[in-house]
Structure formats: structure tokens, C-alpha cells
């Protein structure tokens, strides 16, 4: 089995800053590309940044500039830098990874974490 457990979520000030961390543990032989995404009330989730696991990243426009994404590849954990936080990021973040768990598994598979809430007061 396979869990992603994020932390780091919480209330700050427009302006301010935090870190989410998402470190997935269980059968996990390799991972291709760690992610993030977000949820407003009442919309679908939407990507956030994704990492590969040589590094490259994409990010979605709104977040350019203030958010970074990286990861430590033998802790399978990633992360989210989250700089000049406005109003409008409020929302459930949520961290994935495309694993392959063992040598022998033919097909990649993607695993959510439990979401958590970040909250920016104006």
C-alpha cells in the first residue's frame, strides 16, 4: 500500500508565506512525476505545480513567480514554497505522485493525499 500525507497547510496573511510537504511511504520502487493541486469550494480540482523526477516543472500561470515546487527524490517527498500569498489561494491543496510500486510492475499509478486546508486572511 502506498499513503501521501501532506502537512504545512494553515492560516497566514495575504502577503505571507508557507510550505507544504507531501511524503508518500509504503510499496514505492520509483516515482515518475509528484504534484500538486488545488480545490476552490464548488470547482474542480485544478493543477497547481507538478515535478518530474529529473526535475522539470510546470506550473499553472497564477501561481508563477510566488510558488516553487521541488522534491527530494530519497525522501519520495515533495514540497510547495508558497511566497506573496493573496486571498485567491485559499483553498484545499492536495499533493499526488505517479509510482510505479515494485521492479516488476508493468503500469504506473497515481496516489491522492488526504488534502490539506490554506487559508490566506486579506
Do not use: H
Not at 508518500?24 to 480540482?45: H, L
Not at 486571498?87 to 497515481?110: F, G, I
Amino acid at each position: 500500500q502506498v499513503q501521501l500525507v501532506e502537512s504545512g497547510g494553515g492560516l497566514v496573511q495575504a502577503g505571507g508565506s508557507l510550505r507544504l510537504s507531501c511524503a508518500a511511504s509504503g510499496s514505492i520502487f520509483s516515482i515518475n512525476v509528484m504534484g500538486w493541486y488545488r480545490q476552490f469550494p464548488g470547482k474542480q480540482r485544478e493543477l497547481v505545480a507538478r515535478i518530474t523526477s529529473g526535475g522539470r516543472t510546470n506550473y499553472v500561470d497564477s501561481v508563477k513567480g510566488r510558488f516553487t515546487i521541488s522534491r527530494d527524490n530519497a525522501k519520495n517527498t515533495v514540497y510547495l514554497e508558497m511566497n506573496s500569498l493573496k486571498p485567491e489561494d485559499t483553498a484545499v491543496y492536495y499533493c499526488n505522485a505517479e509510482l510505479r510500486p515494485s521492479p516488476s510492475s508493468p503500469n504506473l499509478y497515481l496516489y491522492w493525499g488526504q488534502g490539506t486546508q490554506v487559508t490566506v486572511s486579506s
